[in-house]
């Protein structure tokens, strides 16, 4: 073969041929001697590291390479492998292979980029670490975090690693931040884990089994849980972190990182739009379109609240109540009984106007910890505000299913949960009054509500029971084979709302899939609708 015409797969593919019962002999170098200087000049690694990446290259097939698998290949034992261990400890180091020592056993893979570069015949050259955002920061630290979970790097190699990524990034307050306490590096890299646990798994909750995987030392591993579990590690007396509560008491086996850790090393993360990537942001392009039908009254109230988010309608609106000097937000309430289409309106609203949706998990609100719910309300209406600055069209604030924090406030309350409840409602109250945006809030039981909260909604929709009409309506649209009259029967049988009658829908068309078309479908949707309403009573045709 011409050296000018070789490339890096073919000069690998002559390497292993000639490698083949070899035993990595002196003879095997002089026959292969011009394809491995070739290989070794364009990825500038040695003769035997060349020979090595040839092999690794050759099982790349195989996720768990070991080097008895070489030793069976070339002809000889093992030991004239472990020679070379040295020339494999570097290609590890420049990234050409990954090394997992899992439970006492070694064994390698090639990664899938270094791949790639081969078969376009180019040199591969490991990622460029310089210059990153604080997000992309915590990206490679994931990354190194789940190698080292993996067992495909040594605590050694992670801390070399990661101190070169951060040597490459010293702009960063994060990176700053951390050198500045001048921990040693057991703890410098815990707390790097830590701090990632809570940026890319949102993890406030963190205990000792997502932890204990970093050091390689057993030993050190239980000095540092016993100062933690003793209340004495410098991250407790430093205010970097703090346990978590269970039932009033203090849980020595979980940790979260502290308020003031946060402020201190994560200030650079824009954490808003890191929740917006977990799903707590509906964005508006993303919403299904739904036909939704409703009574005169309803339909006329939805039209003018959509004509009224329509953006140019609405700055408008917004800037003349500001010039009248009245409260420029608009708070609505959606209210009624289960299945009458109240999430769902709120989800075509902001489809129709371009609007993305903040959703409320009121459950994470509540947090076990008395003052932990107040913050949480705050905060929750900061990241709202952060959200509307930095979107060009405002969200819409949904609190769906809100019951549980629109009730009535406790009189001379004293359980610290019915304080903690009217201390969260007197929050969101006084949020009310100087929003600046959309909210809307959805209940099932507007007759529970305090009457401080309905005088803050500007408007109030209550959605009933859809009217024969629209149920015959939703009928069709759901099962457009359904005849007219038919249609008209199911829905003058049946009061049923349209979250019912979709379930109904539902259970038809996976019938329909499993055994094909019924012979007699309106008796089969009858039977639906019968168990829909978890009845007992003897099952009645319609008249047919």
């Given at each position: 073969?011409?050296?000018k015409?070789?490339?890096?797969?073919?000069?690998i593919?002559q390497?292993?041929?000639?490698?083949?019962?070899?035993?990595?002999?002196?003879?095997?170098?002089?026959?292969?001697?011009?394809?491995?200087?070739?290989?070794?000049?364009?990825?500038?690694?040695?003769?035997?590291?060349?020979?090595?990446?040839?092999?690794?290259?050759?099982?790349?097939?195989?996720?768990?390479?070991?080097?008895?698998?070489?030793?069976?290949?070339?002809?000889?034992?093992?030991?004239?492998?472990?020679?070379?261990?040295?020339?494999?400890?570097?290609?590890?180091?420049r990234?050409?292979?990954?090394?997992?020592?899992?439970?006492?056993?070694?064994?390698?893979?090639v990664?899938?980029?270094?791949?790639e570069?081969?078969?376009?015949?180019?040199?591969?050259?490991?990622?460029?670490?310089?210059?990153?955002?604080?997000?992309?920061?915590?990206?490679?630290?994931?990354?190194?975090?789940?190698?080292?979970?993996?067992?495909?790097l040594?605590f050694?190699?992670?801390?070399?690693?990661?101190?070169?990524?951060?040597?490459?990034?010293k702009?960063?307050?994060?990176?700053?931040?951390?050198?500045?306490?001048?921990?040693?590096?057991?703890?410098?890299?815990?707390?790097?884990?830590l701090?990632?646990?809570?940026?890319?798994?949102?993890?406030?909750?963190?205990?000792?089994?997502?932890?204990?995987?970093?050091?390689?030392?057993?030993h050190?591993?239980?000095?540092?849980?016993g100062?933690?579990?003793?209340?004495?590690?410098?991250?407790?007396?430093?205010?970097?972190?703090?346990?978590?509560?269970?039932?009033?008491?203090?849980?020595?086996?979980?940790?979260?990182?502290?308020?003031?850790?946060?402020?201190?090393?994560?200030?650079?993360?824009?954490l808003?739009?890191k929740?917006?990537?977990?799903?707590?942001?509906?964005?508006?392009?993303?919403?299904?379109?739904?036909?939704?039908?409703y009574?005169?009254?309803?339909?006329?109230?939805?039209?003018?609240?959509?004509?009224?988010?329509?953006?140019?309608?609405?700055?408008?609106?917004?800037?003349?109540?500001?010039?009248?000097?009245?409260r420029?937000?608009?708070?609505?309430?959606?209210?009624?009984?289960?299945?009458?289409?109240?999430?769902?309106?709120?989800?075509?609203?902001?489809?129709?106007?371009?609007?993305?949706?903040?959703q409320?998990?009121?459950?994470?609100?509540?947090?076990?910890?008395?003052?932990?719910?107040?913050?949480?309300?705050?905060?929750?209406?900061?990241?709202?505000?952060?959200?509307?600055?930095?979107?060009?069209?405002?969200?819409?604030?949904?609190?769906?299913?809100?019951?549980?924090?629109i009730?009535?406030r406790?009189?001379?309350?004293?359980?610290?949960?019915?304080?903690?409840e009217?201390?969260?409602q007197?929050?969101?109250?006084?949020e009310?009054?100087?929003?600046?945006?959309?909210?809307i809030?959805?209940?099932?039981?507007?007759?529970?509500?305090?009457?401080?909260?309905?005088?803050?909604?500007?408007?109030?929709?209550?959605?009933?029971?859809?009217?024969?009409?629209?149920?015959?309506n939703?009928?069709?649209?759901?099962?457009?084979?359904?005849?007219?009259?038919?249609?008209?029967?199911?829905?003058?049988?049946?009061?049923?709302?349209?979250?019912?009658?979709?379930?109904?829908?539902?259970?038809?068309?996976?019938?329909?899939?499993?055994?094909?078309?019924?012979?007699?479908?309106?008796?089969?949707?009858?039977?639906?609708?019968?168990n829909?309403?978890?009845?007992?009573?003897e099952?009645?045709?319609?008249?047919?």
């Open positions: 073969m011409a050296t015409k070789m490339d890096l797969l073919s000069a593919e390497i292993v041929e000639k490698a083949k019962d070899s035993g990595l002999s002196a003879e095997f170098y002089r026959k292969a001697d011009k394809y491995i200087k070739y290989v070794s000049e364009r990825l500038e690694l040695t003769k035997e590291q060349s020979v090595m990446m040839a092999l690794f290259i050759d099982n790349s097939d195989d996720d768990n390479i070991s080097i008895s698998q070489f030793g069976k290949f070339l002809g000889c034992r093992t030991t004239r492998i472990i020679r070379y261990m040295s020339d494999i400890d570097v290609l590890e180091r990234e050409f292979v990954r090394c997992s020592r899992y439970d006492h056993r070694i064994s390698y893979r990664p899938s980029e270094v791949l570069a081969f078969k376009k015949n180019e040199k591969f050259v490991p990622k460029d670490y310089s210059g990153l955002s604080c997000s992309e920061l915590f990206v490679e630290i994931e990354t190194l975090f789940e190698l080292r979970n993996n067992k495909e040594t050694d190699a992670l801390v070399e690693k990661m101190h070169y990524l951060f040597d490459c990034n702009q960063l307050l994060f990176v700053q931040k951390v050198k500045s306490y001048d921990f040693d590096t057991d703890d410098e890299m815990m707390l790097i884990l701090s990632h646990l809570f940026v890319n798994n949102n993890d406030d909750n963190i205990g000792f089994h997502d932890i204990d995987f970093l050091y390689d030392s057993k050190i591993w239980r000095i540092f849980k100062l933690l579990e003793e209340g004495e590690h410098i991250f407790l007396t430093e205010g970097l972190i703090e346990n978590n509560n269970s039932d009033g008491f203090v849980d020595r086996e979980s940790f979260r990182i502290t308020d003031k850790a946060k402020r201190e090393f994560l200030s650079e993360l824009n808003v739009a929740k917006a990537k977990r799903g707590d942001v509906v964005r508006s392009e993303d919403i299904a379109t739904k036909k939704l039908f009574g005169e009254k309803i339909s006329a109230q939805i039209a003018e609240l959509g004509k009224l988010l329509e953006e140019e309608q609405y700055n408008q609106i917004r800037a003349r109540m500001k010039e009248a000097g009245f420029c937000g608009f708070a609505c309430l959606f209210y009624g009984e289960p299945g009458t289409g109240k999430t769902e309106t709120v989800l075509q609203l902001a489809r129709q106007t371009g609007r993305d949706i903040l409320v998990n009121v459950s994470q609100i509540k947090s076990m910890w008395v003052g932990e719910s107040e913050k949480n309300i705050k905060q929750l209406f900061d990241t709202y505000r952060a959200k509307v600055k930095e979107s060009a069209i405002a969200p819409i604030l949904l609190f769906n299913e809100a019951d549980a924090i009730n009535k406790q009189e001379g309350a004293e359980r610290a949960v019915d304080k903690m009217n201390s969260i007197n929050i969101i109250l006084q009310m009054e100087t929003l600046d945006g959309i909210l809030a959805t209940t099932n039981l507007a007759q529970n509500m305090d009457k401080a909260f309905e005088r803050r909604f500007l408007y109030k929709i209550k959605f009933e029971k859809p009217t024969v009409e629209a149920r015959m939703m009928w069709h649209e759901m099962i457009p084979s359904l005849k007219d009259e038919d249609s008209r029967a199911l829905a003058s049988k049946y009061d049923f709302s349209g979250g019912q009658i979709e379930n109904i829908a539902r259970h038809y068309t996976i019938g329909k899939i499993l055994h094909g078309e019924s012979a007699n479908v309106v008796e089969e949707l009858s039977e639906y609708c019968d829909e309403r978890l009845e007992t009573k099952k009645r045709r319609i008249g047919f």
